[in-house]
T-cell receptor, first 113, second 115 residues
């Protein structure tokens, strides 16, 4: 079965510092991986995806993610965090040809001024 | 750009009542997904439709049903509501027919509270 794991419930970072949110995956075959962000009482907003190609994927709002096949990881990164980046971040993997996503447990990011 | 529209935003029902949630996908998207997100939980897949036909089914209770109409909007019908059904219900859409790399685009959800 396809699955992702987010080992950190919460990540705290000071504004201006680099932000990393971790995700590891377990899939059979080629992984289709996604990152979403959720603000309170809002839907999930798509940030970026990895399907194939370059291991460094650039997405919205200055975020990027690095796909590492040997470590089965897909960590989300931002070089300089903003207070407005404080939100809940979900890693997800596509599980079948119908496009269904399986989400990780989510990581709460708190960026302090 | 047009997004996924869900209605209502908030819904309060009593136990054993019925609720209907509506979803209007992004124009020209052919696939609709329904997810349930409990407090502090990750979204759980309920059901999906491709071109108005059910394409996949997840952990959807038998008390729930859904369909996609000719105009591609979808409705999630929930009967005999229980306190545990209180959650955020999200609809998402994608253009699966354009290739299997299309991300899901989510609406802002309907918050259902069962009292």
């Amino acid at each position: 079965a396809q699955s992702v794991a987010q080992p950190e419930d919460q990540v705290n970072v000071a504004e201006g510092n680099p932000l990393t949110v971790k995700c590891t995956y377990s899939v059979s075959g080629n992984p289709y991986l996604f990152w979403y962000v959720q603000y309170p009482n809002r839907g999930l907003q798509f940030l970026l995806k990895y399907i194939t190609g370059d291991n460094l994927v650039k997405g919205s709002y200055g975020f990027e993610a690095e796909f590492n096949k040997s470590q089965t990881s897909f960590h989300l990164k931002k070089p300089s965090a903003l207070v407005s980046d404080s939100a809940l971040y979900f890693c997800a993997v596509r599980t079948d040809s119908w496009g269904k996503l399986q989400f990780g447990a989510g990581t709460q990011v708190v960026v302090t001024p | 750009a047009a997004g996924v529209i869900q209605s209502p935003r908030h819904l309060i029902k009593e136990k054993r009542e019925t609720a209907t949630l509506k979803c209007y996908p992004i124009p020209r998207h052919d696939t609709v997904y329904w997810y349930q997100q409990g407090p502090g939980q990750d979204p759980q897949f309920l059901i999906s439709f491709y071109e108005k036909m059910q394409s996949d089914k997840g952990s959807i209770p038998d008390r729930f049903s859904a369909q996609q109409f000719s105009d591609y909007h979808s409705e999630l019908n929930m009967s005999s509501l229980e306190l545990g059904d209180s959650a955020l219900y999200f609809c998402a859409s994608s253009s699966l027919g354009q290739g299997d790399n299309s991300p899901l685009h989510f609406g802002n959800g309907t918050r259902l509270t069962v009292t």
